[in-house]
């Protein structure tokens, strides 16, 4: 576990900085950073789906799902500040509940995903709520709007902890601990970016239908 653990920390240094790059470059670079990591993404899915009804199915979801995260970068200013927020939400939330579940471990939250405990939900939530504090002290929210962002935050975060129990779910009726082997202490594309793929749309669907358009 710890050398794994030394993997996690190690690609999340190298690559955390290249993606945040790439996102606020945005032009040429996020494009290509978007298409490599969709391609990656339909091969891991139909690698670990192949020959199951449910194979197309997955294929129109990601294509939804990607359309959504380039719409949300490529905006109408080119902003690249809401993209951060829902992908650091993400980010939060798995940091979250992969501390708090490796540590306080407990019992398990549901069987499809079996890592996943109730210590490490808790831990996702708070992670992701350190936020709010966080924004406030940085004069980026007043307190009129403090419920609001808390709301938003418990939303992207829930839906990015279903996302990541979907994945799983599909990954052990396909009998594999992993969607791949390219992130060394992560798994495949898709074991890192599983919550994202699901939080994305939802914040598309927000942003589109102005559900929150106080934020």
Request: overall charge positive.
């Given at each position: 576990?710890e050398t794994?653990l ?10 955390t ?5 790439f ?8 494009i ?18 192949k ?21 949300i ?31 306080i471990?407990g ?8 890592n ?5 939900l808790?831990?996702?939530y708070?992670l ?6 966080l924004l ?13 962002i ?6 992207i ?14 990954k ?30 939802i ?13």
């Amino acid at each position: 576990m710890e050398t794994e653990l030394k993997k996690r920390i190690l690609s999340s240094i190298i690559l955390t900085p290249i993606v945040i790059f790439f996102i606020i470059h945005g032009s040429f670079l996020f494009i290509l950073l978007l298409i490599t990591s969709f391609c990656i993404a339909l091969y891991e899915w139909h690698m670990i789906s192949k020959h199951k009804t449910y194979n197309f199915f997955g294929f129109i979801f990601l294509n939804l799902s990607f359309y959504s995260i380039y719409k949300i970068r490529i905006n109408e200013d080119g902003s690249y500040e809401n993209f951060l927020f829902i992908l650091l939400i993400c980010v939060l939330t798995d940091i979250g509940g992969y501390i708090f579940g490796k540590t306080i471990k407990g019992p398990k939250l549901t069987s499809y995903s079996p890592n996943k405990t109730i210590a490490g939900l808790i831990g996702s939530y708070f992670l992701a709520l350190s936020l709010v504090p966080l924004l406030i002290f940085l004069n980026q929210v007043d307190q009129d709007h403090t419920l609001l962002i808390t709301l938003y935050i418990i939303l992207i975060s829930t839906v990015s902890q279903i996302g990541d129990i979907v994945v799983s779910f599909f990954k052990r009726k396909s009998k594999k601990k992993d969607t791949g082997n390219l992130i060394p202490g992560h798994g495949g594309l898709l074991d890192r970016i599983d919550g994202m793929i699901f939080a994305f749309p939802i914040a598309y669907l927000i942003s589109f239908f102005n559900l929150f358009d106080k934020i």
